[in-house]
């Protein structure tokens, strides 16, 4: 029996590594189309019309990003209860309140408040295209379909570059036009197919009457509380925008939003995120089945693998971080390697704090991974203030940020220790 127990062990993590692995190239693919395609927009593209379409996709963005964070409740929850109807058509009612809600707050509030001019027709269609996309991408993640979830990856930037050359060049329309609309059917089209894609492995039922008993009433906790630690996540990486926003130059604010923050936004989406995708429903599954030895295996392979991704991601920007953004960027961006350097020093920490929150989250224990999250948010303000003291450098707004993040390292630990003292057979349990 030890013998069958340690292969099923070695085959789950095998299963793992390869979903977590072939989420990295699926992501990387889809930052090389993405990336790509800006860049090739900016020669044909005003950049006016470029700013204008990028902060109203920000802006919905942002108000339904909130929903990604039921992905997690929904994991927990469908691996405990396995009551996939309820979850799924509770979590459809948010959704089309979300979008009721952003539909009638946020597109006032980008015509009349931002004063953009863009059409009402496609304001509603982005709306409704991302919270389908959110739908989707939720679903593969409940039912741990990582095939899916990765093609999903991919697929959708590529199919947003076909819609615009077909839109801009084939029927001619505007430049603003062309990128809302293939927008629009990029998202919704990728959706579509990958909701048929997963109905034919798992079928679901339609829109009804929830079974409000107290397992779903605490799914809908669980929701509540993981919607509110995506909002602190977020912003977590915005007060560091607003901190350099008030106390120093635009110089420097360019040097963050340029170079600081969309690396350290491909890092979290080659290493953090896929944490949050593909280890956090494997780990709620060995928990159910009481499968401590293949936890103690995920985490082992997990610490390991942030160890080599944050040495070796310090160790490229404080060797070649000055060749490197001289290569990338205009001389007038060198500032921002040391910037850089010291972000890379706390990155591993981003990493592991993934794992110990899902570790928490797998448990159930939401409100818990939120008090640690607002905890560095805090640790993060409080570290700034007193590094201000010492020094009137922008590199003090990325060491508090990484303060906070060694704060949440530091809680999050003791707690994942206290919760394994509780599971019987995992080795820590109290006498």
Known sequence: MPHIATQASSERLLILKQAFFNGIVATLASIGLGFGFKL???????????????????????????????????????????KDRDIINIFR????????????????????????????????????AMGLKVYASNLLGMYRLYHLSNRFTWIEPLANIGFFLVLWFGLQLGAMQALFYSMILSSGSTAIYM????????ATQPIGKVQMEPAMVAYVKKSFTAALEAGASILMIYITVLLTIRDFSISELGDFQVVIRPILTYMTLLFVFPIYRFVLPELTHCLRDGAHHQVEAIKRWVFRLSGTVGVTFFAITALFGDTLIGWLF??????????????????????????????????????????????????????????????????AVVIAQGCGYVMMFVLSMFAEHQLQRRHPGSGLQTA
Not at 58 to 82: A, E, K
Not at 351 to 366: C, E, V
């Open 40 to 82: 090739w927009l900016a020669q044909w593209v005003a950049k006016s019309d470029l700013a204008l379409y990028n902060t109203v996709i920000d802006v919905i963005s942002l108000s339904l990003i909130l929903l990604t964070g039921f992905r997690s409740s929904m994991v927990v929850s469908y691996s405990q209860t396995r």
């Open 330 to 395: 205009p001389e007038e961006y060198a500032q921002a390697a040391p910037v850089l350097t010291h972000l890379a020093l706390f990155f591993v920490f981003m990493m592991l704090n993934a794992y110990q929150l899902a570790y928490i989250k797998a448990n159930g224990r939401f409100t818990l991974s939120l008090a640690i999250r607002l905890t560095g948010i805090v640790t993060l303000l409080i570290s700034y203030s007193i590094l201000t003291l010492l020094t009137d450098n922008v590199v």
């Open 93 to 128: 009612i948010s959704l089309i309140l979300m979008v009721l809600l952003t539909w009638g707050l946020v597109i006032p509030y980008i015509k009349h408040r931002l004063h953009i001019d863009v059409g009402y027709f496609e304001l509603v269609g982005v709306i409704m």
């Open 195 to 202: 909701l048929r894609q997963r109905r034919k492995v798992i």
